[in-house]
């Protein structure tokens, strides 16, 4: 009978097997169509109303944040989980296109559609002679007027810098980000300069970036513009009607006040006088782009090409007030708005797609802030900015044999083998041997259940990743150029990439910050905690446990929220520390200046710590008041019956007996404080020059900022592991060497059986 159903069952398999296979088409056209985009408020509204319109199979929308967008698109579509299609800018085109995530559009491009798009928004999306994406919109900047202030549209820049002496006290002339330098864009084209040359060179360099630089320094030197402005804080500015003009784009009306909005105006940039030509901004085409496996479905392709139609563009115009960029689409002739940004969009410089446009923002950024701070002339900025891109840019290593690691792996297998053979030839001498270890493998059954998930866990959770960061920076480059290089990374770290040692971002200069940050981070937690622990332990303290909550308020606000404030409360002109400069020169007639807390080294650090400091003294508090609940209150009070003092009765016995208890918490605090990246990169950023960049955030850049080097970024952090990894070690064995009776058995007793080392001294007090 069973040798009958064998058959029988082999046959059923077989059936539904190709069943299966007949039915897959109609399974995976049947499957739900996912796109991602990152759109907010009217924007995502009129996404939704757009896709809701279609007819053709069910879509899956997806919000993303947009600092997280390329990451997760990078990690998802590779794998197959990714998104069928997805909404982004162009020029990210090129990295895309290097990691296989987009594929041709195909018919996904209705018929005569190239005559449709206006302006250069098809050109945008093209690629060696490939469509890679539908354009649905065009993103540029503008110049917003305050008519309030202002009645006519400035025709050269200087028009908006004579205002200075004419608008009341307080008003600037002109607000935007002069430290961007997506923001200095318009004002370098005016010069004839580019961020990026059409050979992937870095093009921000030479006389007309200069001249350009040298022209905003005027504008702030003069208070035509605030200086260190960011976005929030020229969207505060021309809110509270203290900005004539503000430069920014079509996202700023999103934060814009009714009132704001009633009084506003949109105009196209002017011209700089000196040069006679008009600021060009640079344009960001926004597509509908195709995953390879999304590019596969006829419905997929259909619904970019519904996405990307005039239906469409009529909603996101209506919805949204997106400039279309589509012929057919009309704009209102009453809507000035849309207007003034569609004429903007047609003298706006298209955004680079080469890969390389990635590794210019960063030293870009950081020569601009050089220069508009003082810190070095032009010529001098650009020239470090450009080395600096070149360094970045620089041909990866070349590819390294795997035998040495095959080798040195398998000896590493063998050994182990080894010793498991020795071990287990030891426990087999003899049957009594035998039966003990077979006893005592089932008594730990019950165990092993018990900790076999925690393993399990911790196993996919930790020690996973970090074999994988481990074997990551065995390699350089990405994509089809990914390329086993072996040491390589590593070399290149511990030789500062072939440059002086304690050259600026060197791996030995960022140690020595990183290890000073925490050795003065690690001083103010320890002290303030149990300072203020001792504080609050005294039983004679009113409204103690009002003051604990307090306290432990810092810790509880999440440490982005108040790395975010404390940036602000020391903006140069507009922060907290500023007005209480102001308010003492008021009280007391002094004339103390306010302080530009980020252009030199020790105020932008001592800013870093003392946001740090704020965050860190109530984790020591805690555990510094649980420890003294467990002193012993006899001991004190014997030792104070013997004549002890308050000092000598804290320094002999109290913190003795908290110093177990604290040396955890301080090791953990080190740790913490050593890879405390929130802080230093939203305080300082780096800066100046970044020069107070830790291990951890300079690894950051090196993964995200400096084109993806993934395999040099993880080098860095297996370096911060290994280096924490010794240095708590060395800390352990230093705290055996010192407390040779540290293990107190119970009973209280010292492990030769006398008295705790605190207690002896209080009887000798």
């Not at 250069?120 to 993103?139: F, T």
Request: aromatic content about 10%.
């Amino acid at each position: 009978m069973p040798g009958r159903r064998r058959p029988a069952l082999a046959l059923t398999a077989a059936a539904l097997a190709a069943l299966l296979l007949l039915l897959s088409p109609a399974l995976a056209a049947a499957a739900p169509i996912r796109l991602w985009h990152a759109y907010r408020d009217d924007e995502a509204r009129a996404l939704g109303a757009i896709v809701a319109a279609f007819k053709g199979a069910e879509v899956e929308l997806l919000s993303l944040p947009f600092d997280a967008y390329a990451s997760k698109l990078q990690a998802a579509i590779p794998m197959g989980e990714g998104p069928d299609l997805f909404i982004d800018a162009h020029e990210r085109l090129g990295d895309y296109r290097a990691r296989k995530l987009v594929a041709p559009v195909g018919d996904a491009l209705e018929p005569g559609g190239e005559a449709v798009f206006q302006g250069p928004a098809l050109a945008a999306v093209r690629q060696e002679g490939q469509i890679l994406g539908l354009p649905i919109s065009q993103k540029c900047m503008a110049l917003y007027m305050n008519t309030a202030l202002v009645r006519e549209a400035p025709v050269y820049l200087e028009d908006i810098a004579a205002l200075a002496g004419a608008l009341p006290q307080g008003v600037y002339p002109l607000a935007y980000e002069a430290s961007n330098a997506y923001a200095h864009m318009p004002i370098l084209a005016a010069f004839g300069g580019t961020m990026l040359d059409e050979d992937d060179q870095f093009g921000f360099v030479g006389p007309g970036p200069e001249r350009s630089l040298e022209l905003v320094r005027s504008l702030i030197d003069r208070r035509v513009v605030p200086e260190d402005a960011n976005g929030a804080l020229v969207t505060d500015l021309y809110n509270s009607g203290r900005a004539a003009f503000a430069i920014s784009g079509p996202w700023f009306v999103g934060g814009l006040k009714d009132e704001a909005k009633r009084r506003s105006r949109v105009v196209p940039l002017p011209r700089v006088r000196e040069t006679g030509q008009p600021m060009r901004p640079f344009m960001t085409v926004e597509a509908v782009m195709l995953s390879p496996q999304g590019a596969q479905r006829a419905e997929v392709r259909a619904l970019a090409r519904h996405i990307a139609g005039a239906a469409a563009a009529a909603t996101r115009l209506e919805v949204a007030r997106t400039p279309p960029v589509r012929s057919d689409v009309a704009v209102p002739a009453d809507d000035a708005f849309i207007a003034a940004f569609a004429e903007q969009a047609r003298v706006a410089i298209p955004m680079p797609t080469s890969p390389a446009m990635r590794s210019t923002w960063e030293p870009a950024a950081r020569a601009i802030r050089k220069v508009l701070r003082g810190d070095a002339p032009p010529d001098v900025a650009l020239s470090e900015a450009k080395r600096r891109f070149d360094d970045v840019r620089r041909p990866l290593p070349p590819p390294a044999s795997p035998a040495p690691l095959l080798l040195a792996l398998g000896a590493l297998a063998l050994f182990f083998v080894l010793r498991w053979v020795f071990a287990a030839r030891r426990a087999a001498h003899g049957p009594t041997l035998r039966r003990e270890l077979a006893r005592s493998i089932q008594r730990s059954i019950p165990a092993y259940k018990y900790v076999a998930h925690a393993v399990v866990a911790i196993g996919v959770l930790v020690m996973v990743p970090l074999v994988v960061g481990a074997a990551t920076s065995l390699f350089a480059g990405s994509g089809e150029g990914l390329r086993y290089v072996g040491l390589a990374n590593f070399i290149s770290i511990l030789t500062a990439r072939g440059g002086p040692l304690f050259a600026s971002g060197s791996f030995y200069l960022v140690l020595a910050v990183t290890v000073l940050w925490t050795a003065v981070n690690l001083f103010f937690h320890v002290v303030l905690g149990v300072s203020l622990a001792l504080l609050l332990h005294r039983p004679t303290l009113r409204l103690r446990a009002a003051y604990r909550v307090l306290l432990i308020v810092p810790w509880a606000v999440p440490s982005y929220v108040t790395a975010l404030s404390w940036k602000g409360m020391f903006h140069r002109q507009f922060g907290a520390v500023t007005g209480l400069i102001e308010a003492v020169n008021s009280a007391f007639g002094t004339s103390i200046e306010p302080i530009a807390w980020f252009s030199s080294f020790t105020t932008a650090f001592t800013a870093n710590v003392a946001t740090n400091v704020w965050l860190g003294f109530p984790f020591m508090m805690v555990v510094t008041l649980g420890a003294l609940t467990a002193v012993p209150e006899d001991v004190l009070e014997a030792a104070e019956v013997d004549g002890a003092t308050r000092w000598q009765r804290l320094w002999n016995i109290t913190l003795p007996l908290v110093k177990p208890v604290l040396a955890p918490a301080v090791t953990l605090g080190a740790i913490w404080t050593f890879n405390m990246f929130n802080v230093v990169f939203l305080v300082s950023g780096g800066d100046p020059d970044g020069t107070t960049d830790i291990l951890v955030s300079e690894a950051y850049r090196w993964a995200f900022t400096r084109e993806a080097q993934y395999g040099y970024a993880a080098a860095y952090s297996v370096l911060i592991f290994l280096l924490l990894t010794l240095a708590t070690r060395a800390s352990g064995w230093r705290w055996r060497r010192r407390t040779p009776g540290s293990h107190i058995p119970q009973g209280g007793g010292a492990a030769d059986g006398s008295a705790p080392a605190p207690v002896a001294a209080a009887e000798g007090v």
